[in-house]
């Protein structure tokens, strides 16, 4: 019996000693698997247009390097009772540890700190937003934006006599409540030196644009065109209208001169009196009209190659372009006659 016992506490010691030695591999593991995967604060926005499942979510972090174990995650949101993860912007950086950004998503911390600038927006629907958003005064921020040689040591041309209008690069920024209209008009600025001017440098002197040049020509075709694949067409519409040096007549110089957006032109606006009306006046209005996007920017630097000169705006968003006065006038009605039909 005596061996017998012996038998049994040296298994029951081995056998401890292998759980103790499991239990310390499995903790390690665990460990490892949940820590961050840097200790660099390098904030992330993360948007949810719709709930995600916990698993989808989980993959969508491993591939913006946030997490190292997406399983694992999605099993620690589920254990908390988190298989759907609501809609919403969060924010996340690869300092922080899986317990971390769980927590954050169980209990639906949606962040402020992310401000999305859309493009076609103008300074003054900029200024709106930062405000609403508790970003910067819009007072402050219009004023600045009035004063660009203020920051030339950004490393790109920026107007003498004009405002900052078409400089502001459209996109998302972290600009935390708090953040001021000197640094949320540095940041746009610098991304517009990144994202256009450093990017397309050479691009523009092929082309023999200058920067604000360029601004101009896209921040007409940005608020004039609501499909992508219609941008470098109308670009040739601009361009082969300059060339004849005829009006570029477009409806949204004439607006922006006006100070207000709407959505129909009358006849009586093309008659205001502007530096910005295209009907009055030819070649490129004084400047941007509003603050482009990259396709507007890239159709400026490379449109198609036409012989349009006219465009007008179908039901679906889309244009008809015509060469002649004469097929640019009968594209308008056979336009009203769809209209009329649709109406019916």
């Given amino acids: 019996m005596q061996g017998s016992d012996k038998r049994l506490r040296r298994f029951a010691a081995a056998l401890f000693v292998a759980l103790l030695i499991a239990a310390s591999i499995l903790g390690g593991w665990f460990y490892y698997e949940t820590r961050p995967l ?49 809609a919403g912007d969060y924010e996340f950086s690869p300092n922080q540890s899986m317990f971390e950004i769980a927590d954050i998503l169980v209990h639906e911390r949606f962040t402020r700190n992310w401000v999305t600038i859309p493009e076609g927006w103008t300074i003054a629907r900029i200024a709106e937003r930062l405000q609403e ?99 470098p067409r109308v670009a040739s519409v601009i361009y082969n209208r300059l060339k004849r040096n005829m009006p570029l007549q477009i409806d949204a110089t004439v607006l922006y001169g006006m100070g207000y957006w709407k959505e129909r032109v009358l006849y009586k606006d093309l008659k205001h009196p502007s ?49 002649t006065y004469e097929e640019h006038l009968r594209a308008i009605r056979a336009i009203r006659q769809e209209r009329e039909r649709g109406a019916e």
Wanted: with cysteine; proline share 8%; glycine share 6%.
């Fill in 38 to 86: 840097s200790p660099n604060f390098q904030p992330q926005l993360v948007r949810l247009r719709a709930p995600m499942d916990a698993d989808t979510l989980a993959r969508r972090l491993y591939e913006r390097k946030l997490v190292r174990n997406p399983r694992l995650l999605s099993w620690w949101l589920q254990r908390r009772g988190k298989a759907q993860i609501a």
């Fill in 133 to 231: 958003r508790g970003v910067a005064d819009k007072e402050e921020f219009l004023r600045l934006c009035q004063q660009p040689q203020r920051y030339k040591d950004i490393g790109m041309p920026l107007p003498e006599n004009l405002s900052l209008e078409g400089y502001l690069f459209p996109s998302t920024y972290r600009l935390p409540p708090g953040t001021g209209a000197e640094q949320a008009i540095r940041a746009m600025l610098n991304a517009m030196r990144q994202q256009v001017y450093l990017r397309y440098k050479d691009a523009m002197q092929r082309r023999g644009l200058s920067l604000h040049e360029l601004l101009t020509i896209a921040s007409m075709i940005e608020k004039e065109v609501l499909h992508d694949d219609e941008r």
């Fill in 275 to 323: 530096p910005y009306n295209t009907y009055l006046n030819r070649g490129l209005p004084p400047g941007p009209i509003a603050n482009p996007g990259l396709a507007s920017i890239r159709a400026a630097l490379e449109p198609e190659s036409t012989e349009y000169l006219f465009y007008v705006a179908q039901a679906d968003g889309y244009h008809r372009f015509s060469r």
